[in-house]
């Protein structure tokens, strides 16, 4: 079985310029999660979907920040303009259910680097 | 709110030593508990949940975690450990009673060096 695919895996971009991370999710996970890692630190939630539903985006900085996940499988997230603190990894999770028992499993990340 | 701590950044052991990797959390009511594993320029990878039952949990690669309700603790072991587990660990943990959040909070992680 298929992990989650990320992509790209590296990203470099100067600041002010857009930038986007796609993510696939393991085939029937139904929950979806956006996190970012700073350095030397853990994962922190951006958003959460389930199926096409964005559930908790709390966290998710709006103002440059964007998110979709059409027709409940691929979902993409969006940076516009980026900046200089964006920089960090990009994880994206999965889980097959809405129990929060669920096990969350994780791409690989994008590991983006803003100049 | 719910919390993790992992009270040390960096854990160094001799391989063939058991080793323990310590979690602290803070939440409002019974936590579900988890640990990953992550390797340089990789994802996270699940080792291990504790949801309910039995206090000891096993995991991938012979990994155990035991809770500890009085102490707040889900401590993850390893009886005898290999050069590699090197890698960064993360605790995490989930108030199942906020339904709403249903967010895995995450610890700051633990560097472990299995030392040849």
């Known amino acids: 079985e298929a992990g989650v695919v990320q992509s790209p895996r590296y990203k470099i971009i100067e600041k002010k310029q857009p930038v986007a991370f796609w993510c696939n999710p393991i085939s029937g996970h139904n929950t979806l999660y956006w996190y970012r890692q700073n350095l030397g630190q853990g994962p922190e939630l951006l958003i959460r979907?389930?199926?096409?539903?964005?559930?908790?985006d709390s966290q998710l900085p709006k103002d440059r920040f964007s998110a979709e996940r059409l027709k409940g499988v691929d979902s993409t997230l969006k940076i516009q303009p980026a900046e200089l603190g964006d920089s960090a990894v990009y994880l994206c999770?999965?889980?097959?259910?809405?129990?929060?028992?669920?096990?969350?499993?994780f791409g690989p990340g994008t590991r983006l680097l803003v100049l | 709110a719910q919390s993790v701590a992992q009270p040390e950044d960096q854990v160094n052991v001799a391989e063939g030593n058991p080793l323990t990797v310590k979690c602290t959390y803070s939440v409002s009511g019974n936590p579900y508990l988890f640990w990953y594993v992550q390797y340089p320029n990789r994802g996270l990878q699940f080792l291990l949940k504790?949801?309910?039952?039995?206090?000891l949990v096993k995991g991938s690669y012979g990994f155990e975690a035991e809770f500890n309700k009085s102490q707040t603790s889900f401590h993850l072991k390893k009886p005898s450990a290999l050069v590699s587990d090197s890698a960064l660990y993360f605790c995490a943990v989930r108030d199942p009673v906020r339904e709403s959040a249903r967010q895995l909070t995450f610890g700051s992680g633990t560097q472990l060096t299995v030392l040849p």
């Open positions: 504790y949801i309910t039952g039995d206090n």
């Open positions: 999770a999965s889980s097959s259910g809405t129990s929060t028992a669920e096990t969350q499993y």
């Open positions: 979907y389930e199926n096409e539903e964005a559930v908790d």
